[in-house]
């Protein structure tokens, strides 16, 4: 007898282990169908952010090659600008010497400090 009971014992054991062993399994085999929807949701996502990253780098490839032929309109303006401010130093060193050199050297400026004075106010 006590085998049996402990055969009965074994045996209910067995299908509590058993039942606890599907309910785990039911919800494992859940969790991967939701994970495999949350997997093809990125994987669309990623195709569009890829096609919308295409058009973006496209654009930005024409906003560079646009900048820099604009570069090279204006590089002769920046270089003509140049040519013009050294011209305009050697022309202010050229009068600058003539000036010194016939004696039409611009005194230098005397800084004459302000008397202090008292200021008085009335008041009625």
Do not use: W
């Not at 919800?27 to 195709?47: D, F, I, Q, S, Y």
């Amino acid at each position: 007898m006590l085998i049996e009971l402990s055969a009965v014992g074994a045996a209910l054991a067995f299908i509590c282990l058993v039942g606890y062993l599907i309910q785990t399994l039911r919800r494992g085999m859940v969790t991967l169908e939701e994970t495999n929807e949350t997997l093809a949701e990125v994987r669309k996502a990623v195709h569009d952010l890829s096609g919308e990253a295409e058009e973006l780098i496209h654009s930005a490839n024409q906003i560079t090659v646009d900048v820099k032929s604009k570069i090279k309109t204006v590089e002769p303006l920046l270089d003509s600008a140049q040519d013009m401010g050294e011209v305009i130093h050697s022309v202010t060193n050229s009068v600058k010497q003539a000036a010194t050199g016939y004696g039409y050297a611009l005194p230098p400026v005397k800084n004459n400090p302000v008397p202090n004075r008292e200021v008085k106010i009335k008041l009625k």
